[in-house]
């Protein structure tokens, strides 16, 4: 086994002290030579030199464990009780690589709890935005009626409590929203795993945004004629909202007169991929790794004009990811986007 280099200040230590130790205990212990002979003076020079090695070795780890545990208790991001006696050592290299460790896992910590209260703060922001645009919607129009003399004329009335009602429903949306939201990240989500036909369930969502989709001319469709049902697992409700919210999206997103093609293909030998393709306006790259954030918007004015929470995606991909599956982005700025997501073949 390779002896440690750095335990040779201790090897040093017990020479030095022991042929100092053999000098003095010869004078001492001469008549050693000439009762008990040279054997014996040979002996008590080993006993004596294994004492001064293990005797300054102890000390120095002592040495060292004590300056440490000062270190840790005054560097306030190290933890004293992190600092067991038995991992200390006089091997330098050792305990930097060890200390080095310790602290790289400790900044990721602060690294990672500093991303979260920057988070946290966006989230609080962006949830008071949210919330504060349809409210004053909301008041404003009401104290019009209220003080402004309008709720005597029923055309000026009707319009204004019209008005009123969309910023109330844009909050029972948010609201709606946030307490899904809230529930998939505190309590999980459970899943009701049923066999079902893919192809029926996107056609149902066609079928109920087709009004939606004639008003900005989009055209709904499959990406080709399907022959047979496709059959997947996982929950129905779940998967529809999924859905929901993705074709919801391309019409809004998507340009007037554009197409929305949704696809389903084999992903391997267990899963299926549906695909929602969209000729739109595309996503800049700087914007794909945030755009399942919550409220996270890629162009703040147009998206609040369009309507919605901003939570879509947020629980698009909290569904997909309580089925153990995953989704996917690919898009292209000014050609389109498509959204994927796997889900398991139904045996």
Do not use: C
Request: no cysteine; aromatic share 10%; net charge positive.
């Amino acid at each position: 086994m390779k002896f440690k280099k750095t335990y040779s200040y201790a090897l040093w230590s017990a020479i030095y002290l022991t042929i100092i130790s053999v000098v003095l205990a010869t004078i001492t212990y001469y008549f050693i030579i000439n009762h008990l002979g040279i054997g014996a003076l040979i002996f008590s020079i080993i006993l004596l030199f294994l004492l001064s090695f293990f005797i300054i070795q102890y000390r120095a780890e002592h040495f060292i464990y004590r300056r440490l545990k000062k270190i840790y208790q005054d560097v306030s991001i190290l933890d004293e009780k992190d600092l067991r006696r038995d991992s200390v050592t006089t091997d330098i290299d050792k305990l930097s690589k060890r200390m080095q460790k310790f602290v790289e896992g400790k900044s990721l910590e602060i690294k990672s709890l500093t991303k979260r209260d920057s988070f946290r703060r966006d989230f609080l922001g962006n949830v008071a935005h949210e919330l504060k645009t349809p409210l004053f919607t909301v008041q404003g129009y009401i104290l019009t009626l209220l003080e402004g003399g309008a709720i005597d004329d029923k055309q000026i009335r009707t319009k204004y409590l019209e008005r009123a009602n969309k910023g109330v429903e844009r909050l029972v949306a948010v609201i709606k929203d946030l307490d899904m939201i809230a529930k998939l990240e505190n309590d999980g989500m459970k899943i009701d795993m049923k066999v079902f036909n893919i192809l029926e369930l996107i056609q149902n969502v066609f079928d109920l945004f087709e009004m939606k989709a004639k008003k900005r001319n989009v055209t709904l469709k499959f990406d080709k004629i399907y022959e047979f049902p496709i059959f997947v697992k996982g929950d129905l409700e779940k998967i529809e909202q999924v859905l929901i919210n993705l074709v919801v999206n391309s019409i809004k997103y998507g340009k007037p007169n554009g197409i929305t093609t949704v696809s389903v293909d084999s992903y391997n030998q267990k899963k299926f991929i549906i695909k929602v393709n969209d000729n739109g306006e595309g996503i800049k790259q700087e914007h794909l790794s945030r755009l399942f954030e919550r409220f996270y918007r890629v162009d703040q004015s147009r998206s609040r004009e369009q309507g919605g929470s901003g939570l879509g995606l947020s629980i698009v991909k909290h569904i997909i990811e309580a089925h153990n599956e995953t989704i996917l982005l690919k898009s292209t700025y000014g050609e389109g986007s498509e959204f994927s997501f796997t889900l398991q073949k139904a045996n």
